[in-house]
């Protein structure tokens, strides 16, 4: 599912709303996400999960292709973990 | 630099301030926005979010492992995980870096 999917299901089920409004609400909810870890903050979304950031050393990487040494600098990068609920649900039937 | 915590309750906020919508319709919709992401998910789908990220299911095999409490070895049932992969664009932004 991408984007424009996930936004004209949401068309669908909201017939007194106009695509234009469905696209603005998507496009608010992921940046102001993406937004909240900009700003070395994190999202919260019980059942569904959390965004944090995780600071990444500097460290020693090699070049591929050569073979070098290159250092790395430290990192800071995007991180989720899925929620109980949703991780629950994802393994429903088959084990357990 | 310590940020806030963003809740479902923030991004309805957000969503009437910037949309004009019912507060009562911004709940749902951010509710149904994350709603169809995990049903999405459930039926095995991947799904990307241009800009944000994307969103794929793995099975994991089953393994052994051990009660890090106990140290005694336990068996790991073979199960389903999220993988998310964030964006060049959040990645960037997150970073901070001019790269990119």
């Known amino acids: ?96 | 630099m310590k940020g806030e915590t963003l809740t479902r309750a923030d991004l309805a906020e957000a969503v009437h301030d910037e949309v004009g919508l019912t507060r009562q319709d911004c709940a749902g919709l951010v509710e149904r926005t994350l709603d169809l992401v995990v049903e999405a998910l459930e039926q095995g789908e991947i799904v990307k979010l241009s800009g944000f990220g994307v969103f794929q299911v793995r099975a994991k095999n089953a393994r052994m492992g051990r009660n890090p409490k106990t140290g005694e070895p336990a068996a790991i049932d073979p199960r389903r995980v999220i993988s998310f992969r964030a964006s060049q664009v959040m990645k960037a932004r997150v970073d901070g870096a001019a790269e990119a």
């Open chain 1, 1 to 96: 599912m991408i984007k424009s999917e996930l936004i004209a299901k949401l068309a669908n089920e909201n017939p007194h709303l106009t695509q234009k409004d469905v696209e603005r609400v998507v496009s608010v909810i992921f940046d102001r996400m993406t937004d909240a870890l900009v700003k070395g903050g994190r999202v919260e979304l019980r059942g569904f999960g959390a965004f944090s950031v995780r600071a990444r050393p500097a460290r020693a990487g090699r070049n591929p292709r050569t073979g070098e040494s290159v250092a790395v600098r430290a990192k800071a990068v995007p991180f989720f973990k899925s929620g109980k609920e949703l991780r629950e649900r994802l393994n429903l039937g088959g084990d357990a």
